[in-house]
């Protein structure tokens, strides 16, 4: 029986031809490394503004919402690609701009601070990159294995000071979250090229629409 998202004859067309179907398959972002990563640098933006920015501040806020709208505009795009690729272009560069705006936040937290900002080729970014961490705690862990051999920057190196201890982590932490903000902009960046080039080839639902009509009626006569 014709569901109106297929051809004549169910999944194939005349001869048995597969036909082209109206509303392809979407969603499946939960597969998507980028959701993934997205979703990652929004826990760990949770943790990371509840410890060390001031809850009652406006910045506060902003991060959190920043970071959610990383993960919320992926999963959106997604699902909206059934019917609508233009949006999902749309809502995967919103996501993509939302992460850049977390980035600068991340870059001034630093800045303001004076702590430092890890040059491009920092061995630390290897390593958490090759750590492959899934979840805030690992990601944490982390953090608390680098902090080990960190120096205090304290008068007094053997007996650190809460507050210089407190900046060490803060600093870390600062800089993972850029990490892996970066790893999640360059797969969003590719996923736009890719986006984007379906929609060159292949069009959206409109153009769908006009091949399925065209193709059933060469089918009935």
């Not at 109206?22 to 949770?46: C, E, M």
């Not at 004076?114 to 290897?126: F, H, M, V």
């Not at 809460?162 to 969003?188: F, K, M, Q, R, T």
């Not at 736009?192 to 006569?221: M, S, V």
Request: glycine share 6%; charged share 25%.
């Amino acid at each position: 029986m014709d569901n109106g998202l297929y051809g004549r004859n169910g999944r194939h067309g005349q001869n048995g031809q597969a036909s082209e179907p109206l509303i392809p398959k979407h969603g499946g972002y939960r597969r998507l490394k980028s959701f993934q990563i997205a979703q990652l640098v929004y826990d760990i933006t949770v943790r990371f503004c509840d410890r060390h920015i001031d809850k009652r501040s406006r910045t506060h806020d902003q991060m959190v919402q920043a970071a959610r709208s990383g993960v919320q505009n992926i999963a959106e795009g997604s699902q909206a690609s059934g019917t609508s690729k233009k949006t999902e272009l749309k809502l995967t560069n919103v996501a993509r701009s939302s992460l850049e705006e977390l980035r600068l936040d991340y870059e001034d937290f630093l800045r303001q601070r004076s702590l430092r900002l890890w040059p491009p080729q920092a061995p630390r970014r290897k390593d958490l990159v090759a750590r492959r961490c899934t979840t805030a705690d690992e990601v944490a862990r982390w953090v608390m294995e680098q902090a080990r051999s960190e120096p205090a920057p304290s008068s007094t190196p053997s007996i650190p000071s809460s507050a210089s201890i407190s900046s060490i982590y803060a600093e870390l932490s600062a800089n993972a979250v850029l990490v892996l903000i970066g790893v999640a902009v360059s797969l969003l960046d590719r996923q736009l090229a890719a986006q984007a080039a379906a929609f060159e080839r292949e069009g959206g639902f409109t153009e769908r629409l006009y091949r399925t009509r065209q193709a059933r009626r060469r089918n009935a006569e």
